[in-house]
C-alpha cells in the first residue's frame, strides 16, 4: 500500500533518505533516492551495502560503475539501519498502520483494490512524508550518547556527517564521470500512485470540484470518501 525505503550512512548514522513511495521493488526509484543523496553530498560512498532484493539491482550497478565498492547482505546483516528501522516502528510507525487497519476494518478500504489503494496514496501519502521528514530531522539533529565497546563515535549524526573526522573523511569518491545515458533512462522518478494516467486523474477531479489537498489527516480521509464515488 504505503512503502518507506530508507538509507543511513553507517558511521554518522545521518539517516540520507526516508521517502514514502508507492513502491519498495522498483530500481528505479531506489535508484532516483540514491541520486538525489549523491547530488545533495557531492559525491559517491566509497562503499555501500544493500540488502539482497531486486529494487537495488540498478544502485549496485551505478555504484559498482562509479567506486567499485559494493557488497550485497543480508537484511540482518545491515546492522544500522535494520536497527534503525526497529526504532522508528516500535515510536512512529503504529499510529499509521492503527489509523489505515481502521480503515480496512470498517470495510471503507480494500487493500486488494488497485483504484482504491492509489486514491488512498493520493490522499495520505504526502502527509506520511511530512511525517518522515520531522522523524529525519530529530533524528539527524538528536546527540547520540557514548556506548561501551562501541565501533563507532558517539555525537550528532548531523555534525559527524558535514563535519567528519578520520576514517570518515574519506567516505566520498568526489569528481567521477557521468552516469551512460542508458542507466540513467532506467531511473525513475517517484510519484504517489502506481498509475500514473490515474493520478493524473485524480488531480483533474481535485481541480474540477475545487478540492484542496489534504494538510492534515481528517480533510484526507474527507477527500479519499468523497473521490471514492468515482472509483
Known amino acids: 500500500m504505503v512503502t518507506v525505503c530508507r538509507c543511513i550512512d553507517g558511521y554518522p548514522r545521518k539517516i540520507t533518505w526516508l521517502k514514502c513511495a508507492y513502491s519498495n521493488h522498483s530500481p528505479g526509484i531506489t535508484a532516483s533516492y540514491f541520486l538525489h543523496s549523491v547530488d ?3 559525491g559517491y560512498p566509497t562503499r555501500l ?36 528501522w526497529s526504532f522508528y516502528r516500535r515510536k512512529y510507525r503504529e499510529w499509521w498502520t492503527d489509523l489505515f487497519s481502521s480503515l ?11 483504484r482504491a489503494t492509489d486514491c488512498l496514496r493520493f490522499c495520505f501519502m504526502n502527509l506520511v512524508q ?41 567516505r ?23 498509475d500514473a494516467h490515474f493520478e493524473e486523474y485524480l488531480h483533474y477531479l481535485c481541480s474540477y470540484n475545487h ?8 480533510s484526507a480521509a474527507r477527500l479519499y470518501f468523497y473521490l471514492l464515488q468515482y472509483m
Do not use: K
Open 40 to 42: 545533495n553530498s557531492s
Open 49 to 84: 551495502r544493500t540488502d539482497c532484493g531486486t529494487e537495488n539491482v540498478l544502485i549496485a550497478a551505478i555504484q559498482s560503475f562509479m567506486s567499485g565498492s559494493y557488497a550485497y547482505g543480508t537484511s540482518s546483516g545491515n546492522q544500522r539501519i535494520e536497527s534503525w
Open 104 to 114: 480496512v476494518a470498517s470495510g471503507s478500504f480494500h487493500p486488494r483494490n488497485v
Open 130 to 170: 511530512q511525517d518522515l521528514d520531522v522523524v529525519c530531522r530529530q533524528w539527524n539533529t538528536h546527540r547520540i550518547r557514548p556506548t561501551a565497546g562501541a565501533t563507532y563515535p558517539a555525537g550528532v549524526p548531523d555534525g559527524l556527517y558535514y563535519l567528519p573526522s578520520p576514517p570518515a573523511t574519506n
Open 172 to 194: 566520498l569518491r568526489i569528481g567521477v564521470q557521468r552516469l551512460p545515458a542508458e542507466v540513467m533512462e532506467q531511473v525513475e522518478e517517484p510519484r504517489i500512485c502506481d
Open 211 to 218: 478540492l484542496s489537498l489534504p494538510s492534515d489527516t481528517e
